[in-house]
C-alpha cells in the first residue's frame, strides 16, 4: 500500500529528511514516533507527493484521481475553511468517487463515517462551530467517508479526549483487520506501544529503528531520539510507558 525508498526533503535549503526507506502493507498499523521537528509530518507530506522531494513513493507517482482512491489524508492542521455541516464535511471525502458526495452509494458511506466517529448527533451542525476534537473526529470521518485502502493520519489523537483517544485506535485497529492499512504519528508512547501493529521512530529526518513496539520503545533508543528514559509498567490492559 505504501512504498518509499530513499525518501528525502529538503525545507528552506535545509535537509530534514534523510533517504527514509519505508513499506507498509494491509493488516498494520504503523505509528510513527520521534521528537517534535523529526520530520514524521514531512515524510507523510512527501509521500502523498504534497510537496518536492527526491527519492520514490509509490502514491506520489500516482495522478491525483487514482492517489485519491488510494490514499486518504487527515493533515495535523484541523482547519476547516468554511461554515459547512459536519455531514457535508464528510460528504468532502467521497469526491474522488462516482457521486461526488451526492450518489446513493455515498449516503451509506457518509453514514458509516458518522457512526464509527459517535457523530450522528452532530451531522446537522456548523462543522466550524464544534469543540476542537469534534473537529477532530469530523476531520478523521471525512477522511474514513474516503474508503481507501490506506489511511494517513498526522496525530489523529492529540486534543481526544482519553476515551476519544482508545475508541479513535480501537477503531484504526478494526479497519486494519479489515484489511486497511493505516501510518499514523502519534506522542502518546505507551498507547503507540498498545495499538500499533509497527513503530517506526524517526530522530532528525533518519529511520532510528523500524519494527515491534518492543523492539522500537527501548530504553537507549528513546535516550537517543527524546534524551529521556522510559519505564515499562506491564498491565492487563497491554503495556504502559511512562517517559522519566
Ligand atoms: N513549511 C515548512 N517550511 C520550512 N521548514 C519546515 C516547514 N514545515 C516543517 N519544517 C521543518 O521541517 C522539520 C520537520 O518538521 P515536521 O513538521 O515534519 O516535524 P514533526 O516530526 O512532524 O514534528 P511535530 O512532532 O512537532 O509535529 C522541522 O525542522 C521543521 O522546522
Aim: net charge positive.
Amino acid at each position: 500500500m505504501l512504498v518509499l525508498r530513499g525518501l528525502s526533503v529538503t525545507r528552506r535549503n535545509r535537509p530534514v529528511l534523510h533517504g527514509v526507506n519505508l513499506t507498509l502493507g494491509a493488516g498494520e498499523v504503523v505509528g510513527l514516533i520521534g521528537p517534535n521537528g523529526a520530520g514524521k509530518s514531512t515524510l507523510m507530506e512527501a509521500a502523498l507527493g504534497l510537496i518536492p522531494f527526491d527519492g520514490t513513493s509509490n502514491l506520489a507517482a500516482m495522478d491525483a484521481a487514482h492517489r485519491a482512491r488510494a490514499a486518504a489524508y487527515l493533515p495535523q492542521s484541523r482547519e476547516i475553511a468554511w461554515p459547512v455541516s459536519v455531514e457535508d464535511l464528510v460528504a468532502l471525502g467521497r469526491i474522488p468517487w462516482p457521486g461526488g458526495g451526492r450518489g446513493a452509494g455515498d449516503r451509506a458511506a457518509i453514514d458509516a463515517a458518522l457512526t464509527r466517529m459517535g457523530l450522528q448527533d452532530f451531522r446537522k451542525r456548523t462543522a466550524l462551530r464544534l469543540s476542537g476534537g469534534e473537529q477532530t473526529r469530523a476531520l478523521i470521518a471525512r477522511a474514513l467517508a474516503q474508503e481507501t485502502p490506506l489511511l494517513i493520519a498526522d496525530e489523529p489523537i492529540a486534543g481526544l479526549d482519553p476515551a476519544q483517544q482508545l475508541s479513535c485506535l480501537r477503531l484504526f485497529r478494526a479497519l486494519a483487520a479489515e484489511g486497511h492499512g493505516l501510518l499514523v504519528s502519534i506522542h502518546d508512547l505507551g498507547l503507540a506501544a498498545r495499538f500499533c501493529t509497527r513503530l517506526v521512530l524517526l530522530d532528525k529526518g533518519h529511520v532510528l529503528a523500524d519494527g515491534h513496539p518492543d523492539q522500537v520503545l527501548r530504553d537507549d533508543l528513546l535516550r537517543r531520539a527524546f534524551g529521556i528514559g522510559a519505564r515499562r509498567i506491564d498491565t492487563p490492559d497491554g503495556p504502559a510507558i511512562l517517559p522519566v
